[in-house]
């Protein structure tokens, strides 16, 4: 069973950048779609960023595109999501999470059944 443990994260002014950070231990990581969440107060979690088990793709949801970038370093075990460009409406608890999605599909949350302990992004000046 795959464990994920989260770090980045904090305070950044709006057009900033933030890295987070997610480290698996138990499984290689390439085993498995990676993804990136957020939750933000009042709202339900919703897909940011995945990568596919089979192929590698990656998917952004349209509020991201162009502006994040997710990626996995196999040799450490661990994936990123590089954030950049951050506006008040990423203020949220970002999840990774690692599971399985069908490729060409869109990912959801309920298609990742290990999560990490969550970290809290907020942007304001």
């Known amino acids: 069973q795959v464990q994920l443990v989260q770090s980045g994260g904090g305070l950044v002014q709006p057009g900033g950048s933030l890295r987070l950070s997610c480290v698996a231990s138990g499984y290689p990581m390439d085993n498995y779609a990676i993804g990136w969440f957020r939750q933000a107060p009042g709202k339900e979690r919703e897909v940011v960023s995945c990568?596919?088990?089979?192929?590698?793709?990656?998917y952004y949801s349209d509020s991201v595109k162009g502006r994040f970038t997710i990626s996995t370093d196999n040799t450490k075990n661990t994936a990123f999501l590089q954030m950049n460009n951050l506006t008040s409406e990423d203020t949220a608890v970002y999840y990774c999470?690692?599971?399985?999605?069908?490729?060409?599909?869109?990912?959801?949350?309920?298609?990742?059944?290990?999560w990490g302990q969550g970290t809290q992004v907020a942007v304001s000046s």
């Open positions: 990568i596919n088990s089979v192929d590698r793709s990656r």
């Open positions: 999470a690692a599971g399985y999605y069908s490729v060409r599909s869109i990912p959801r949350a309920t298609d990742f059944r290990t």
